[in-house]
C-alpha cells in the first residue's frame, strides 16, 4: 500500500509543480485515487481561456481507439498543450487498449493524454505498460486501501493540507466510515476546513462537523469492554441499540470480532517491543500500551469463549436460533458475556 500511496504523492507534486508527462495510465481497484490524480492535472494542464478548444473528456462507452488516437494527433490551438482525458477506458474490451500502443511508443508531444481504467488493473503482462514507461509515461497502479492503514493515509492526508490528526481521531473516523476512502478523505478535508492551519483536528470538531460521537462509538465501546467497564458499555449499548442504523449490530460484532482478534495476537507476541508488536497488530505504535493492558483483562481461553458468544450473537441477530430479541437487547446480552 506504501507503494501506491508514494507514487501517488509524487504525481501530485509533479503534476502541481508543473512537470507534465505525455501519457498516464490510472488503472486499478481504487477509483478515489484516479480521480483525484485525473482531476488535479485537469485543472491544471490548461488555463481556463485555452480550455473550450484544446481539452476532449472522452468516455471509454462512447468512443473506440481509433478516435482517441486521432484526437491526440491533433495541434494544439493557441496554447502550449492539449489535454485528452479518457474515462471508464474499463469499458472497453481486453484487446482495445492494445491497438493504442503504436502512439504510445512515440506520443505527440504536445497531447497530453489521461487514461482512466478504474475498479480493476490492466494485465500486468501487456506490453503497452513498458512501452508507455519507455517513452516517458506514467503507469500509476491504485491499490485498495487496507482497513487497518486507512487512519495513517487520513492522517497524511490533513497533513497534507497543514493541519493535525491524532492517531485517535483518524482511527474514530476510519471505524465510523469504513472502506470508502472518498468519503473519509472528504470529511478529513472538511475538517480541515474548520480547523486554523497548524491546528489539532479534535473530537469534538468530529462530532459537530461528521456527526460521530466522541463518547459513543465502536472505538469507546472497545475501550470499555477491554477496561471491563461494564457500566460504560452498557450505556454505550444503550446508544447504539437507540439507533440501530447508525449503529447495526452486524458491524459492532464485526470489529469487535477483530478487536479480540487483536488481544490473542497480543498474547501470541508477549514478550516482543512495541514496533514488532505494532506490526503483528497492524495498527499505530500509539495504541500499543492500551492493547496491551486490556490483553491481561482477557486471557487466551477467555477470548475463545468469548468469539463463541460472537458467533452466536451474529447467528441470533440474523434469525438463526433467535427467540425474537431485538438488537439492543442482544448486544446488551453479548456485553454480559463478555464481561461475566
Given at each position: 500500500?506504501?507503494?501506491?500511496?508514494?507514487?501517488?504523492?509524487?504525481?501530485?507534486?509533479?503534476?502541481?509543480?508543473?512537470?507534465?508527462?505525455?501519457?498516464?495510465?490510472?488503472?486499478?481497484?481504487?477509483?478515489?485515487?484516479?480521480?483525484?490524480?485525473?482531476?488535479?492535472?485537469?485543472?491544471?494542464?490548461?488555463?481556463?481561456?485555452?480550455?473550450?478548444?484544446?481539452?476532449?473528456?472522452?468516455?471509454?462507452?462512447?468512443?473506440?481507439?481509433?478516435?482517441?488516437?486521432?484526437?491526440?494527433?491533433?495541434?494544439?490551438?493557441?496554447?502550449?498543450?492539449?489535454?485528452?482525458?479518457?474515462?471508464?477506458?474499463?469499458?472497453?474490451?481486453?484487446?482495445?487498449?492494445?491497438?493504442?500502443?503504436?502512439?504510445?511508443?512515440?506520443?505527440?508531444?504536445?497531447?497530453?493524454?489521461?487514461?482512466?481504467?478504474?475498479?480493476?488493473?490492466?494485465?500486468?503482462?501487456?506490453?503497452?505498460?513498458?512501452?508507455?514507461?519507455?517513452?516517458?509515461?506514467?503507469?500509476?497502479?491504485?491499490?485498495?486501501?487496507?482497513?487497518?492503514?486507512?487512519?495513517?493515509?487520513?492522517?497524511?492526508?490533513?497533513?497534507?493540507?497543514?493541519?493535525?490528526?491524532?492517531?485517535?481521531?483518524?482511527?474514530?473516523?476510519?471505524?465510523?466510515?469504513?472502506?470508502?476512502?472518498?468519503?473519509?478523505?472528504?470529511?478529513?478535508?472538511?475538517?480541515?476546513?474548520?480547523?486554523?492551519?497548524?491546528?489539532?483536528?479534535?473530537?469534538?470538531?468530529?462530532?459537530?462537523?461528521?456527526?460521530?460521537?466522541?463518547?459513543?462509538?465502536?472505538?469507546?465501546?472497545?475501550?470499555?469492554?477491554?477496561?471491563?467497564?461494564?457500566?460504560?458499555?452498557?450505556?454505550?449499548?444503550?446508544?447504539?441499540?437507540?439507533?440501530?442504523?447508525?449503529?447495526?449490530?452486524?458491524?459492532?460484532?464485526?470489529?469487535?470480532?477483530?478487536?479480540?482478534?487483536?488481544?490473542?495476537?497480543?498474547?501470541?507476541?508477549q514478550g516482543k517491543g512495541p514496533q514488532e508488536l505494532a506490526a503483528g497488530l497492524k495498527v499505530n505504535p500509539f495504541f500499543i500500551k492500551d492493547y496491551v493492558a486490556q490483553a491481561r483483562n482477557y486471557p487466551l481461553p477467555k477470548i475463545a469463549e468469548i468469539q463463541r458468544y460472537l458467533r452466536q450473537c451474529d447467528l441470533r441477530s440474523k434469525?438463526?436460533?433467535?427467540?425474537?430479541?431485538?438488537?439492543?437487547?442482544?448486544?446488551?446480552?453479548?456485553?454480559?458475556?463478555?464481561?461475566?
Amino acid at each position: 500500500m506504501a507503494s501506491t500511496i508514494d507514487d501517488y504523492k509524487k504525481i501530485m507534486l509533479d503534476v502541481r509543480a508543473g512537470k507534465f508527462k505525455p501519457v498516464y495510465l490510472l488503472h486499478g481497484e481504487e477509483g478515489f485515487f484516479i480521480d483525484r490524480i485525473a482531476d488535479e492535472i485537469e485543472q491544471l494542464a490548461l488555463q481556463d481561456h485555452e480550455r473550450d478548444f484544446n481539452q476532449s473528456i472522452l468516455y471509454g462507452r462512447d468512443v473506440d481507439p481509433d478516435t482517441v488516437k486521432d484526437t491526440c494527433l491533433r495541434y494544439p490551438m493557441m496554447a502550449e498543450r492539449q489535454l485528452v482525458v479518457v474515462r471508464e477506458l474499463q469499458n472497453w474490451r481486453v484487446d482495445q487498449l492494445d491497438k493504442l500502443e503504436a502512439y504510445m511508443a512515440k506520443p505527440t508531444p504536445t497531447t497530453l493524454l489521461v487514461l482512466c481504467y478504474k475498479h480493476k488493473k490492466v494485465d500486468g503482462r501487456k506490453t503497452i505498460l513498458k512501452t508507455i514507461q519507455k517513452s516517458g509515461g506514467i503507469v500509476f497502479a491504485s491499490d485498495k486501501v487496507k482497513d487497518d492503514k486507512l487512519p495513517d493515509v487520513l492522517m497524511g492526508f490533513a497533513k497534507g493540507m497543514k493541519r493535525k490528526l491524532g492517531a485517535a481521531e483518524a482511527q474514530l473516523l476510519a471505524n465510523h466510515l469504513g472502506s470508502d476512502l472518498a468519503k473519509a478523505v472528504k470529511e478529513v478535508e472538511k475538517l480541515c476546513l474548520v480547523t486554523e492551519e497548524g491546528g489539532q483536528i479534535t473530537a469534538d470538531a468530529i462530532q459537530r462537523f461528521v456527526g460521530i460521537s466522541k463518547d459513543y462509538n465502536i472505538f469507546e465501546l472497545q475501550n470499555a469492554i477491554g477496561n471491563r467497564n461494564a457500566e460504560r458499555a452498557q450505556r454505550i449499548a444503550n446508544h447504539f441499540a437507540a439507533d440501530p442504523k447508525e449503529y447495526p449490530l452486524v458491524l459492532t460484532i464485526g470489529l469487535l470480532n477483530t478487536y479480540f482478534a487483536k488481544l490473542a495476537v497480543v498474547h501470541a507476541l508477549q514478550g516482543k517491543g512495541p514496533q514488532e508488536l505494532a506490526a503483528g497488530l497492524k495498527v499505530n505504535p500509539f495504541f500499543i500500551k492500551d492493547y496491551v493492558a486490556q490483553a491481561r483483562n482477557y486471557p487466551l481461553p477467555k477470548i475463545a469463549e468469548i468469539q463463541r458468544y460472537l458467533r452466536q450473537c451474529d447467528l441470533r441477530s440474523k434469525g438463526l436460533g433467535g427467540d425474537g430479541s431485538d438488537h439492543g437487547e442482544l448486544l446488551r446480552e453479548l456485553l454480559a458475556r463478555i464481561m461475566g
